[in-house]
C-alpha cells in the first residue's frame, strides 16, 4: 500500500506545484512585484527541497559524501550544503562530497572569498 501511496504522490506532485506557482504568483505579484516575487519563491522552494532531501536521502549521502567518521546528514531541518561544511571543515568528505562541495562553490559566487557556499551554510 505504501508503495502505491508513493507512486500516486510522485504523480501528483508536478500538477500540485505548479497550481501553487500560478496561485503564489497571483496572491503575491501585485503587493511584492514580479521579481521580489519570483526570487521569493524559488529560494523557498529550492530551500525547502534541501532540506527534505537531506532528511530522504540520509543513507545514500552518508555512503556517498563522507567518510566512516564524519558528521551524519540527515539532521531534522539542516541543508545539504550545511553537512557538507561540517565535513568540508572536519576533512571528512568522500572524493564525491568533494566534487559537490566544488560545484557549489564554483555556482556560489558571492562566497568565493569567504571560504565557499558550503562552509558559509553550516546551521547550528
Known sequence: ??????????????????????????????INGFFRTMNTYWFENAYAIDVDANQRYEILWNVIMRKKRGYRFGRFGETISSALGKNQ????????????????????????????????????
Open 1 to 30: 500500500m505504501g508503495f502505491v501511496l508513493s507512486i500516486i504522490a510522485y504523480i501528483m506532485l508536478p500538477f500540485v506545484g505548479v497550481t501553487h506557482f500560478i496561485v503564489v504568483i497571483y496572491k503575491n505579484i501585485k
Open 89 to 124: 571543515r572536519d576533512k571528512t568528505l568522500s572524493w564525491f562530497g568533494w566534487i559537490w562541495v566544488i560545484l557549489l562553490f564554483a555556482i556560489d559566487v558571492k562566497y568565493w572569498l569567504k571560504g565557499g557556499h558550503c562552509i558559509n551554510s553550516i546551521q547550528g
